[in-house]
């Protein structure tokens, strides 16, 4: 499941086809010399986390050795308590802090784009410029960059809201503004860091549908972080949760739900099975619910 | 608000002060060689005209030409400051110690330095260059990490993180800089021009010579009022530039 689908209204280039190779982007501390390009990922694997380790200079491990395969096109959640080493990971993932040992290997074509839990807006620029950004960045010129950001917006929902400035929208309307930013990268793989977690619950359960709707359309690969049990079961197809102090994973579970999530499923006695499970093992973790 | 009600509650008590001031002087209990009533003082605005003005405009030029060479230069220093914490720690200590050398002291050397046309206008770059420099480099450095994180992540060149981030990130400290730095401008030309004796400066220290106290006070008026003119374009600048999105320039 969660392979591309063709979707006429989205007008963009789908972006879910299988990788062609595998890149490495972290590798092990000078002192040994492992080859890391040796241990492929299999072919369908977006993103293959090898004993990753993390310790920070104050000596705090944040995560110990962590094992760890994101099928290519798969919507996969992460749960756990704060501190538990959730962002860390996400920021190794993303590139921004490096591993103190294992390797992340992602596929030789991905594009990465980040939802982090603050839309981290540009306030001086209008919502069309927020999200050409990135094409901005990377030297694309402006009537390109803009067709591309408007039909982002269009796709989260914002064509309306283009010439405004983030300090004339709502919460709702930042984050959608973030994504947005995110999606006219073309992203293959989707980092998003709690990123619904400041906004009041429809909001968030509305952008939770529109979340899913667009990797259904899409297909790219999402690793989705959050601490709501409800969210991670709804969006999700596969569900990991670790336990804090140092950051381990103590549950790879995969959702039996079905594909089509509406409403009124977070009521159905299988919903309610499935967020147990979750639940039961944050307990364990030592999270508080 | 409407504009009365902006206008009307400052206008007051400068009526009421001007007033007392005025009777106070006319029925001579204030002796008239120490405090002129507000009336001789607009006395001596039209019939000084001719010493005055030229004065103002020569005193202007030095303190605008000042604040933009401060504002510029200040701008640039910080940048460059702000690139490195070691070239920060290098320099940094110089420029705050340069803050505690009284210009005062200093004015009869930039004479010689920058000759007798040169004077204000070097003396008001080196008393407001400093809170441009100093305002503008905290901006630089409190970039918040998250934004740094995004360009980060979406392999920004150090030019574009320059010019696109953390520059329009610091504006409003920026101009926070620039305030302080208008009025430093116009203080900075008149102490300069207290030894060369040319514009304002130069005019107040001639009309203390000849005991005319309401030249003085007029002089002192169009200090206050070319000061009060470079702090309004500040304003202005600041809101045309901030108004969309700053919470401190919101309010039309």
């Known amino acids: 499941m969660g392979g591309p689908r063709p979707d006429p209204d989205l007008g963009l280039r789908l972006t879910g086809r299988p990788p062609s190779g595998i890149r490495t982007i972290l590798r092990r501390p000078m002192d040994s010399p492992v080859a890391p390009m040796q241990s492929r990922p299999h072919g369908g ?15 705090v491990r944040a995560i110990e050795p962590l094992t760890l395969e994101l099928a290519a096109g798969s919507f996969v959640s992460l749960l756990g308590p704060s501190g538990c080493g959730k962002s860390t990971l ?10 103190t040992g294992g390797t992340i290997q992602r596929a030789a074509d991905t594009r990465l784009a980040c939802v982090f839990q603050d839309p981290c807006l540009l306030p001086w620029r209008t919502v069309l410029a927020n999200a050409a950004l990135p094409l901005e960045l990377r030297g694309v010129n402006a009537p390109e960059r803009d067709a591309a ?20 929208l709502s919460g709702g309307m930042k984050m959608r503004v973030s994504l947005a930013r995110a999606l006219v990268t073309e992203p293959t793989f989707l980092l998003l860091d709690e990123p619904f977690a400041a906004l009041d619950e ?14 259904r359309a899409k297909g790219f690969t999402v690793l989705f972080v959050t601490h709501a049990v409800d969210e991670a079961a709804y969006v999700s197809d596969r569900a990991l949760v670790m336990s804090r102090g140092p950051g381990r994973l103590v549950l790879d579970h995969r959702l039996s739900l079905p594909e089509e999530r509406t409403a009124k499923l977070r009521s159905q006695a299988l919903f309610a099975a499935e967020t147990g499970v979750l639940r039961e093992a944050l307990a364990a973790s030592g999270g508080a619910l | 608000m409407s504009a009365a009600s902006t206008i009307l509650p400052p206008l007051v008590p400068a009526v009421l002060v001007l007033g007392t001031l005025e009777c106070l002087v006319r029925s001579e209990v204030l002796p008239s060689f120490l405090v002129p009533a507000p009336s001789s003082v607009a006395t001596a605005l039209v019939t000084d005209a001719a010493e005055l003005y030229p004065a103002l405009w020569s005193t202007a030029t030095a303190a605008l030409l000042g604040f933009a060479i401060s504002a510029a230069l ?5 940048v460059l400051l702000s690139s490195s914490r070691r070239v920060e720690r290098a320099i940094y200590p110089y420029a705050i110690f340069s803050q505690t050398v009284p210009v005062v002291a200093i004015a009869p050397l930039l004479v010689i330095w920058f000759g007798w046309d040169q004077t204000a206008l070097a003396s008001a770059v080196i008393v407001s260059i400093f809170p441009v420099i100093a305002n503008t480099l905290a901006g630089l450095r409190s970039t918040e990490p998250a934004l740094l994180d995004l360009f980060k992540l979406y392999d920004s060149s150090p030019l574009d993180l320059l010019l696109k981030l953390r520059v329009p990130a610091a504006m409003p400290q920026i101009f926070t800089g620039l305030r302080v730095a208008g009025g430093l401008a116009v203080i900075g030309a008149i102490v300069g021009e207290f030894i060369t004796g040319q514009g304002l400066g130069g005019s107040i220290a001639v009309a203390r010579q000849l005991q005319r106290v309401d030249l ?10 070319l000061g009060l003119m470079l702090f309004g374009a500040v304003n ?17």
């Open chain 1, 45 to 59: 694997a977006a993103v293959a986390i090898s004993a990753l380790e993390r310790t920070f200079e104050s000596g």
């Open chain 1, 90 to 99: 996400m920021r190794l993932l993303a590139g921004l802090d490096a591993a």
């Open chain 1, 149 to 168: 950001a408007r039909v982002a917006l269009a796709q989260v929902g914002l064509s309306d809201a283009v010439d405004r400035y983030p300090a004339q």
């Open chain 1, 202 to 215: 429809i909001t968030r359960q509305t952008l939770d549908d529109h979340l899913r709707a667009l990797w």
């Open chain 2, 74 to 78: 200040g701008t640039a220093l910080a």
């Open chain 2, 216 to 225: 003085i006070f007029a002089g002192i008026l169009l200090a206050s009022v």
């Open chain 2, 236 to 252: 202005l600048a600041a809101w045309l530039a901030l108004r969309r999105w700053h919470a401190s320039e919101s309010r039309p």
